[in-house]
């Protein structure tokens, strides 16, 4: 397809809409972050028939999610509820959350598999009963304070990273402004050393940090954390921060 624009969002969505079943009635086809999104009160129709999505992935060549309604959506105690009610007590589930911003119900369990069910099944009938979408996770062997903080705060803040995600995916998919042209690279920590790996990739359109890691094994701050008091890094004009691993 040509490239992107708010015509091609609208052939986009006219494609969609001409393609999936009308019993599972899409209500909005939105882009959020890498991924196009497409929600619907009935996804577990769109689910079940996986062809029809990876047929349509194939023609618009681009990564896409299913996602249910708001409207649709059970109470989160509800759903929680139904979720323990549907999935087996051998799979030994030690924690249930939400993200409203992703419409994904958080299942940790110490047997995922037994969560996930034969094909499937299990995962469907909760998205059939609930409207909310699995996501399972194995149990870590130690509880973490910091995950648990951290998954409150983004539950917290669902509406302000659902509007993040539109809002990057409205410029992931835009026309090109520029055409390729020169690429800067700045490396400002991580060269010829082990730990603090910051890169500053600069283009006419963007301005991207590639990881931000600190070297634990200094006490001078100078050699521990990256050289962010350089000319060209300004932390207002980024664009994006990628983090390409964890330690």
């Not at 349509?56 to 708001?70: C, G, H, W």
């Not at 939400?98 to 047997?111: C, H, N, Q, R, V």
């Not at 099944?121 to 910091?146: G, M």
């Not at 402004?177 to 490396?187: K, L, P, R, S, Y």
Request: contains cysteine; charged residues 30%.
């Amino acid at each position: 397809m040509a490239p992107s624009s708010e015509k091609e969002k609208i052939e986009i969505t006219h494609y969609v809409l001409e393609n999936v079943p009308k019993e599972a009635e899409v209500t909005r086809v939105e882009y959020e972050g890498p991924m196009l999104a497409i929600y619907a009160k009935k996804p577990e129709i769109l689910i079940e028939q996986g062809t029809i999505i990876a047929d349509i992935v194939n023609v618009i060549r681009k990564r896409i999610v299913v996602r249910s309604d708001p409207s649709v959506r059970l109470p989160e105690k509800e759903a929680e509820k139904i979720a323990s009610e549907i999935i087996p007590p051998e799979a030994e589930v030690t924690d249930i959350s939400f993200d409203p911003s992703l419409g994904e119900i958080i299942i940790e369990a110490k047997k995922p598999g037994l969560v996930i069910g034969k094909n499937g099944a299990v995962l469907q009938e909760i998205i059939k009963r609930t409207k909310w979408r699995p996501n399972v996770l194995r149990s870590p062997p130690l509880r973490s304070k910091i995950i648990a903080h951290m998954r409150r705060y983004l539950h917290a803040e669902s509406k302000e990273r659902e509007r993040i995600l539109r809002t990057f995916g409205e410029r992931i998919f835009r026309p090109r402004v520029f055409e390729i042209g020169d690429v800067m690279i700045t490396a400002l920590g991580g060269v010829k050393e082990v730990g603090r790996s910051a890169f500053l990739v600069q283009t006419r359109e963007s301005n991207v940090l590639l990881d931000c890691g600190i070297n634990p094994g200094s006490l001078k701050p100078f050699e521990a954390f990256p050289r962010l008091d350089h000319p060209s890094f300004e932390i207002d004009s980024l664009d994006a921060v990628v983090v390409s691993h964890a330690h």
